[in-house]
């Protein structure tokens, strides 16, 4: 199946999201269609944008087996998955920070690693329009910081140095070449 995801190079991933007025029927099917798309192309969290809407709106399932410390132990025990996150918003942070690797569904085949904060705390709605606070670290911390910078229209190539753009440029063209051939 061709990736129904929009790729580096549409204008509608620099777009900053709209806050959602109200959880209806329709921002929850918004939501379940976002999930089925992320699944479908095997990622572990998707934006609204992604798929060229403007909701302030994502979707994670981050798997409890990639996402442990270094003693093997779950790093968000009892933290359910997937979830949709509706309005979210950081309101806590941790000084100590950590450096991964970071793959996106609109950047076929482009690995970057980022330098995010280890631990967030998030505030939300969820799918029952219910305000939720969550703690994370770990690669969910990681996760919902990368897909918080798609509702604001930051990209995984806004954190690659010079250098790396340089490195990588053939792949950025490649995949700008795409999305204009293919119009998403
Ligand atoms: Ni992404």
Redesign the pocket.
Same mark, same amino acid.
């Given at each position: 199946m061709a990736s129904p995801i929009c790729v580096y190079g549409n204008p509608v991933l620099r777009e900053k999201s709209e806050p959602v007025k109200e959880v209806t029927a329709e921002i929850r099917a918004l939501a379940d269609r976002m999930l089925g798309i992320m699944y479908s192309q095997e990622g572990i969290?998707l934006?609204a944008e992604?798929i060229g809407h403007t909701e302030a709106i994502f979707v994670l399932d981050v798997p409890v087996s990639a996402d442990k410390n270094d003693q093997g132990l779950p790093n968000n025990p009892g933290v359910k998955m997937p979830q949709t996150f509706i309005n979210p918003e950081i309101i806590g942070e941790s000084e100590e920070t950590a450096v991964a690797e970071e793959g996106?569904?609109?950047?076929p085949k482009l690995y970057v690693p980022v330098e995010r904060p280890a631990e967030v705390v998030l505030r939300f709605l969820d799918r029952d329009g219910n305000t939720q606070v969550l703690n994370a670290r770990g690669l969910l911390a990681r996760a919902i910081q !990368?897909?918080l910078? !798609?509702l604001d229209g930051v990209?995984?190539v806004d954190h690659m140095t010079p250098a790396m753009k340089l490195k990588n440029a053939l792949r950025l063209r490649g995949i700008k070449k795409w999305y204009k051939s293919r119009g998403y």
């Amino acid at each position: 199946m061709a990736s129904p995801i929009c790729v580096y190079g549409n204008p509608v991933l620099r777009e900053k999201s709209e806050p959602v007025k109200e959880v209806t029927a329709e921002i929850r099917a918004l939501a379940d269609r976002m999930l089925g798309i992320m699944y479908s192309q095997e990622g572990i969290g998707l934006a609204a944008e992604q798929i060229g809407h403007t909701e302030a709106i994502f979707v994670l399932d981050v798997p409890v087996s990639a996402d442990k410390n270094d003693q093997g132990l779950p790093n968000n025990p009892g933290v359910k998955m997937p979830q949709t996150f509706i309005n979210p918003e950081i309101i806590g942070e941790s000084e100590e920070t950590a450096v991964a690797e970071e793959g996106c569904l609109s950047f076929p085949k482009l690995y970057v690693p980022v330098e995010r904060p280890a631990e967030v705390v998030l505030r939300f709605l969820d799918r029952d329009g219910n305000t939720q606070v969550l703690n994370a670290r770990g690669l969910l911390a990681r996760a919902i910081q !990368h897909e918080l910078d !798609h509702l604001d229209g930051v990209l995984l190539v806004d954190h690659m140095t010079p250098a790396m753009k340089l490195k990588n440029a053939l792949r950025l063209r490649g995949i700008k070449k795409w999305y204009k051939s293919r119009g998403y």
